[in-house]
């Protein structure tokens, strides 16, 4: 199984970006799945979940109310649609899914929550 990030790039503060992660194999849609980010110098840290069934999601204090993360378990991919980019949003942001299946909609925010983890894709928000 492989998580594959897509749809980062460079773009000016208050613009906006989509990022898609597509996972191979068939069992994407029982897992719930997180988005995080780094930047340099700094820890990787969580932006978003979700829950396996969509039902529920997270989102950090500083991206709320402007990104929103979702899922089309059809076609096995999370998203992570980024508005009103700031300058302080630039990083590398990676999706992740989480060690075992899930049996609830629970939500998950730790690393140590996840084990598969895609390459990473480079966002830059400039000023």
Known sequence: V???E???GLVQAGGSLRL??????RTFSTYAMGW???APGKEREVVAAISWTGSNTYYTDFVKGRFTISRDNAKNTVYLQMNSLKPEDTAVYYC??????ATYSSLYTSLSDYDLWGQGTQVTVSS
């Open 2 to 4: 492989q998580l594959v």
């Open 36 to 38: 995080f980010r780094q």
């Open 6 to 8: 897509s749809g980062g």
């Open 96 to 101: 992740a899914r989480r060690r075992v299946p």
């Open 20 to 25: 898609s992660c597509a996972a191979s194999g």
